[in-house]
């Protein structure tokens, strides 16, 4: 339970009881001071409720976003990179350059094309390729990357030569 919660049931309990006191009490709030204090009583409580339900929102956006940053520190970094071979059938991907933090860096490439096609790596030590995929599949590579400079490109025999490639910067 949170302050949203607790000031929200303060709300409603206090709405309630001016429904039940003012339904038994035609001169239900006198006027001057009762008057004055039923209505800032209520004013602070809807605004404390409403406050405390974007503080709360707030604190949970940032407490989810912190654990997505600490599973990805706690599997080194990397991450996944989406990457398309192009409709039309050339030869060449919807990107020339992509980036990544260095660790576990995997790389899908959707293949909406006709030909057949896949997703490869290399670079400083890496020899990674993925599964040639027809017209709908998914190509996926994934390596282990220090900072640098790689290369990324569709190992079919004349599609790296015909310009399906790029570069992978690894920070």
Known sequence: MNAFHVLGGLFAAWAVLLAVVGIKRDDFPRSGFPSLA??????????????SGII??????????????????????????????????????????LEAPAGEVTIRMANPSSLPHNVSLEGDGVEEEGATVEEGGTSEVSADVSAGEYTFYCSVPGHREGGMEGTLTVR
């Open 38 to 51: 039923v209505g800032m009583i209520s004013v602070l409580l809807a605004v404390g409720a409403i406050g």
């Open 56 to 97: 709360t929102s707030a604190l949970e956006e940032e407490e989810e976003g912190e654990e997505a940053g600490q599973a990805e520190a706690a599997e080194g970094g990397g991450g996944a990179l989406a990457l398309s071979a192009d409709p039309g059938g050339d030869l060449s991907f919807d990107k020339d350059s």
